[in-house]
């Protein structure tokens, strides 16, 4: 048995913004974090733990950039 809810119009959330994340801030972020990461990682296959520390520098940086961005206004906007 199987149960549907209705939900009235004014009960839903507001409508979410058209740019489903893609913005000059969220694409900075994801690719310096990838970065960081393909870093990370070939300091362990090799092993050059200086390399590891270097990928992890470049995540932590990553995540300032991508708030400094988004407070210049290149993210997603705040509600």
């Given at each position: 048995m199987t149960m549907s809810h209705q939900i009235d119009p004014e009960n839903l959330p507001a409508a979410a913004p058209d740019n489903h994340g893609r913005t000059p801030a969220a694409w900075a972020t994801n690719g310096l974090i990838?970065?960081?990461?393909?870093?990370?990682?070939?300091?362990?296959?090799?092993?050059?733990?200086?390399?590891?520390?270097?990928?992890?520098?470049?995540?932590?940086?990553?995540?300032?950039?991508?708030?400094?961005?988004r407070a210049l206004g290149h993210g997603q906007p705040l509600r």
């Open positions: 990838v970065l960081g990461a393909l870093f990370a990682t070939v300091g362990l296959m090799i092993p050059l733990f200086a390399l590891v520390w270097v990928g992890a520098g470049v995540v932590v940086a990553a995540l300032a950039v991508g708030a400094a961005l």
